[in-house]
């Protein structure tokens, strides 16, 4: 409990605020901020608490230290949320210490995946986390790297889902996306970085009481605190945190607050101030240390999930509760909100689906017949929604923030997928179709609302049946293949020849052979 000399009401006041554990966090903290500017001296007489927080970060830095001085370097994944904050403070620690020691250290990186989807309130928070590691780590002079590494482009959510048509992740399904759009490139830039380097230890923040899904799976895995540990592709990792609760890594944010006079670090952020408001806007405008792991239940909840997101259920409840928490701030997301949950509504609606398949059976040249994909239609309508929110904020940032908007749901390269993907597959009428609807939508004034969301009820799948496309002339005798070649039209190609125009190749899909394109003019 912490106490004062002082006799001033105002004084015992804010004392009495610091120790009463019922109130929320951020009350608490304004407490200390106010005992702080008022230069009042206050001591602790049961520091336990601190003094345990200390203890357990002092045993993982130690271990940290430990790695470094097997001459690999350490490789930090962050996200920016709290636990990959923890995980950032306590490597950071055990590299100045390492270079204090010995005088030199090897190469380290922290390592970001921008997925491009992520929840655009969080943008300039994420801005302002790497300007404050950029600093530190030119202030103490340490040879640590930022990264920030994107998915390949046949991963990118708007040609997997806008362009190919490939269902979002709902509830129950794999969550393959995560692999692809953090997982694959994070370990792409590790392997290439290792070959230039050395051999480098992945930091990675997982914790088990995260979720009873994730504390299984990583006790089948074997996964275990301080102790490199060996992955599944035979990359070299370290879990400092796995054991933790949420109150410690609350409270080695809270106690890394450089103002403070029991700062247990000075790390690359000042304090986490912000981690704390964001993270507290989450939760509808609760504490997130009083919420705890349990408070936000859902797949994504409180750890800010991709704005696209279906797996959290019917609802977004963290983007939800921030717009209602802080309206002011963060109403501008409530169209994006919108299109998130019509994705949801859309689920087991069998008529938006395209149910031909785009494989077939070498040996019989049969189709399969099964609704798995978005239809052409259902795409192009989502494309419009996203297009139309992108040009309503483009108009409110001209008139209210000089041209600066807060988000774009679809830049130019995403464009280029998605009309790559249409054509691959031959969905749209015509070509360029995508960027046809960025022109009549940003340039021409069109625009499409969301209507009213009806959730479509559950049914179950069809079963897969197969179905023998017509043979004559759309069907090549040598592979038996139904001519759905997509950027191909044999008569624009002849026409093309015939005027002295080279025509371009591409390697096909499916058999792998070259082929001829249609040459378009744009």
Same mark, same amino acid.
């Given at each position: ?16 605020? +610091? ?49 470094l001085e097997t001459g690999k370097g350490l490789a930090v ?70 990264? *920030?590494?994107?998915? $390949? ?9 806008l362009g190919r048509g490939k269902m979002p992740r709902y ?8 692999? $692809? ?37 990583? +006790? ?24 933790? *609760? ?27 101030? *912000? ?40 609802? &977004? ?33 069998? $008529?938006? %689906? ?85 022109? *009549? ?5 069109? %625009? ?59 390697? &096909? ?14």
């Amino acid at each position: 409990m912490w106490v004062t000399n002082s006799e001033h009401n105002v004084h015992i006041q804010l004392v009495n605020i +610091i120790n009463n554990l019922n109130l929320p966090y951020a009350v608490r903290n304004n407490g200390w901020s106010k005992i702080t500017e008022l230069n009042v001296t206050i001591t602790n007489d049961r520091p336990s608490m601190r003094d345990e927080v200390r203890e357990l970060c002092e045993y993982l830095i130690n271990a940290l230290v430990a790695v470094l001085e097997t001459g690999k370097g350490l490789a930090v994944s962050v996200s920016f949320g709290k636990d990959s904050n923890c995980c950032l403070v306590l490597s950071l620690e055990a590299i100045k210490r390492f270079k204090r020691k010995y005088g030199y250290m090897p190469s380290c990186y922290v390592i970001n995946s921008n997925t491009t989807i992520e929840n655009p309130a969080l943008d300039d928070y994420f801005n302002l986390m790497q300007q404050n590691l950029e600093v530190f780590i030119n202030t103490h002079d340490l040879d640590v790297t930022f990264i *920030e590494v994107h998915p $390949d482009t046949t991963s990118h959510w708007h040609y997997v889902t806008l362009g190919r048509g490939k269902m979002p992740r709902y509830p129950g399904m794999t969550r393959d996306c995560s692999v $692809d759009l953090k997982v694959k490139p994070i370990k792409k830039a590790k392997k290439a970085l290792a070959k230039l380097t050395g051999e480098l230890v992945s930091v990675v923040g997982t914790r088990m009481n995260e979720s009873e899904e994730r504390k299984q799976k990583m +006790i089948e895995r074997g996964d275990v605190a301080n102790t490199v540990l060996t992955g599944e592709d035979g990359d070299l990792l370290i879990l400092p945190i796995c054991d933790w *609760e949420v109150d410690d890594v609350w409270a080695l944010l809270t106690y890394c607050d450089s103002s403070s006079e029991n700062a247990l670090y000075h790390s690359f952020a000042p304090s986490f101030d *912000e981690t704390i408001d964001i993270y507290r806007s989450a939760n509808s405008g609760e504490c997130a240390l009083n919420v705890g792991d349990k408070g936000q239940s859902a797949a994504c909840g409180a750890r800010f999930g991709c704005i696209y997101c279906l797996v959290s259920g019917d609802k &977004d409840k963290s983007l939800t509760a921030m717009i209602e928490s802080d309206s002011e701030r963060f109403s501008y997301l409530a169209g994006v909100n919108k299109l998130r949950d019509f994705m949801y509504a859309i689920r087991w609606d069998m $008529d938006r %689906r395209d149910w031909l398949g785009r494989s077939f059976d070498i040996e019989t040249g049969f189709y399969p017949l099964q609704p798995v994909y978005f239809s052409f239609e259902t795409r192009l309508e989502l494309l419009r929604y996203m297009l139309t929110l992108d040009a309503q904020e483009r108009e409110w940032a001209n008139q209210f923030n000089s041209g600066i908007v807060r988000f774009e749901l679809v830049n130019y390269q995403q464009l280029i997928e998605i009309d790559l993907a249409w054509g691959l597959y031959s969905a749209s009428p015509h070509a360029f179709a995508a960027l046809l609807e960025y022109h *009549e939508i940003h340039n021409c004034g069109k %625009r499409y609302e969301i209507g009213e969301i009806v959730t479509a009820p559950k049914l179950p799948i069809p079963a897969k049946r197969w179905i023998k496309l017509p043979a004559a002339q759309d069907i090549s005798k040598k592979d038996k293949r139904h001519n759905r070649d997509g950027l191909s039209d044999p008569k624009l190609i002849e026409m093309a020849r015939n005027a002295g125009i080279v025509i371009p190749t591409i390697k &096909d899909l499916f058999t792998v052979h070259k082929k001829n394109c249609a040459v378009y003019k744009i």
